[in-house]
């Protein structure tokens, strides 16, 4: 089916929204230090920006994890594909995710990296779609909240596509008369 992509947020306000909360995490972690977890793939070009906004020290780690198919729709269940490298016991973490739709990655990786013997656990996402929540999850910082919209760019993809688009756009399915 052919698409095409509309701009919802541009590249100029992504940044500035970034840089503010890489000041308010700084502000917020004032004397401590920060392990960011990076969910892969979406959230690596927000994690990148972010870190090189955070003035405490920052040390970063990444894990891959699956819950859609290629399509765009969850599939209810989350898979680990890749775990961490580092411990983070007796650590300061913050999830950084590109968005937030069902909650279940969220909620499940809080769960897991709080079993792994996290001192604390924030999550940090760079869009939020508060609309499609099923699980109860407070995120503690949020870059833009969007509407139940089909969002590309600046790290997510649909069907692995558009990751590099450097603003937030949303796709459209040509031929699908309710968009
Ligand atoms: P959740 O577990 O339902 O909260 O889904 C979160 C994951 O679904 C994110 O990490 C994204 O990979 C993906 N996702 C949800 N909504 C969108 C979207 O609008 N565009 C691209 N990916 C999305
Ligand atoms: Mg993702």
């Known amino acids: ?3 095409h992509i509309t701009e919802m947020i541009s590249e100029q306000k992504v940044e500035q929204r970034i840089r503010e909360l890489g000041e308010q995490i700084s502000r917020d972690y004032a004397g401590k230090e920060i392990r960011l977890v990076c969910i892969l793939k979406g ?4 994690m990148c920006e972010l870190a090189k906004r955070i003035t405490v020290p920052v040390s970063i780690d990444f894990m891959q994890v699956s819950s859609y198919g290629g399509a765009t729709e969850s599939c209810g269940t989350v898979r680990i594909r890749h775990d961490l490298d580092e411990s ?13 739709d069902s909650g279940r990655t969220l909620a499940f990786l809080g769960d897991f990296l709080r079993s792994k013997g996290a001192k604390s656990i924030r999550y940090c996402t760079l869009l939020d779609k508060p609309e ?6 407070k995120v503690d910082y949020t870059g833009f909240v969007v509407p139940d919209e089909f969002v590309v760019g600046y790290g997510m993809d649909y069907d692995q596509k558009y990751r590099n688009l450097p603003y937030i756009g949303v796709i459209h399915f040509d031929g699908d008369k309710a968009k």
Not at 43 to 46: L, T, V, Y
Not at 88 to 98: A, H, K, P, R, T
Not at 132 to 137: A, K, Q
């Open 43 to 46: 959230a690596s070009f927000f």
């Open 88 to 100: 983070i016991e007796g650590l300061d973490v913050i999830i950084v995710e590109d968005i937030v």
């Open 132 to 137: 499609r929540r099923v699980v109860d999850l």
């Open 1 to 3: 089916m052919a698409e």
